[in-house]
């Protein structure tokens, strides 16, 4: 097929390029900024860069890949002009919608997917080799389903099918699972190098690999560290530091915290006693207990030394 691409951004181009791997063709790129059209010109050589209207106008198959914001919008301008046409397959690669978004379109005789790519991207070619075994979520209709298996497969990825009313809060979950992983290690990092590290990649990627890798393999079961061992003490420590150090970080300390008391709780990882202590510490950050600011009972905790000799669970 005849593949446009309406949004150059870190998406499309990668997905129009694992078309082109497949045997399609594209055609057609719209791009605004300077950086969209570099990432054109890289992954898409040779494909012009034209307005969103000539792009519908050579293509079979149309990749919208801009903002969740402003899919909407370009959705009903695209049919106000009469852009769309009738069996045009018209597909959107947001993680907020399913096929809805895209009913006026539908009603001008499009045929809508919705294709979610479960990746994050950088706007180069490495992007194209990610796509290999990566989850897409897919919603469409049923007569479309086959076609949209078939278009996931093409572009090397694995379709996984989430509701129509299910999305919203399918995309939540790779939100908090990856964007908020982002943050997370970036504010990690940035208190290692307060602390005097000087190189905290190198520290926290086999940490960080085989927390993930536990967390994937084992849940809640994978939980360790001074919250799920009731270690009062040790997260009054770190929260008088962060509050010395980095005060912007107390905030999501204390909400990562409670969430994993609160998991390690429901699982039993974490008995009612010592959860008392760390919920009242949790509850305002402010209490100081046992050893104090220089947590110095930081190696207590009633489970020490589960983690055998390497202590696995200090993380």
């Known amino acids: 097929m005849a593949v446009g691409v309406v949004g150059a951004g870190r998406v499309g181009p990668a997905l129009a390029a694992a078309l082109r791997l497949a045997g399609h063709r594209p055609v057609a790129v719209s791009g605004v900024s300077d950086a969209s059209r570099r990432r054109a010109a890289e992954l898409l050589p040779g494909v012009p860069v034209v307005g969103p209207d000539e792009v519908l106008a050579r293509s079979e198959l149309v990749l919208l890949t801009v903002p969740d914001d402003a899919l909407p919008g370009l959705v009903a301008g695209l049919v106000t002009t009469g852009a769309v046409r009738p069996g045009q397959l018209v597909v959107h690669t947001s993680?907020?919608?399913g096929v809805s978004v895209l009913e006026p379109a539908l009603a001008a005789g499009a045929l809508p997917l919705a294709l979610h790519p479960v990746m994050t991207f950088t706007g180069t070619a490495v992007d194209v080799q990610r796509l290999a075994?990566?989850?897409f979520g897919?919603?469409?209709p049923e007569e479309l389903r086959l076609a949209a298996q078939a278009l996931v497969i093409e572009m090397g990825g694995e379709p996984e099918w989430v509701a129509e009313e299910a999305r919203p809060l399918y995309h939540a979950?790779?939100?908090i699972g990856a964007n908020h992983l982002v943050t997370l290690v970036n504010q990690a990092m940035e208190l290692l190098r307060t602390s005097g590290v000087q190189a905290p990649d190198r520290m926290l990627g086999p940490l960080l690999g085989a927390a993930l890798d536990n967390a994937l393999r084992s849940g809640d079961a994978a939980l360790t560290g001074p919250v799920a061992r009731g270690d009062a003490g040790t997260v009054a420590a770190h929260v008088a530091e962060l509050r010395r150090h980095a005060p912007r970080t107390v905030a999501s300390y204390l909400a990562m915290a409670r969430a994993t008391a609160d998991r390690?709780?429901?699982?039993?990882?974490l008995t009612a006693g010592p959860a008392g202590d760390l919920l009242d510490v949790l509850g305002d950050g402010t209490h100081e207990r046992g050893?104090?600011?220089d947590g110095a009972d930081s190696t207590g905790g009633p489970d020490e030394g589960d983690g055998g000799a390497d202590g696995e669970d200090r993380a």
């Open 95 to 97: 993680g907020r919608y």
């Open 133 to 135: 075994g990566c989850s």
């Open 138 to 140: 897919v919603t469409a």
């Open 173 to 175: 979950a790779l939100a």
């Open 264 to 269: 390690a709780l429901d699982h039993g990882l």
């Open 291 to 293: 050893g104090g600011a």
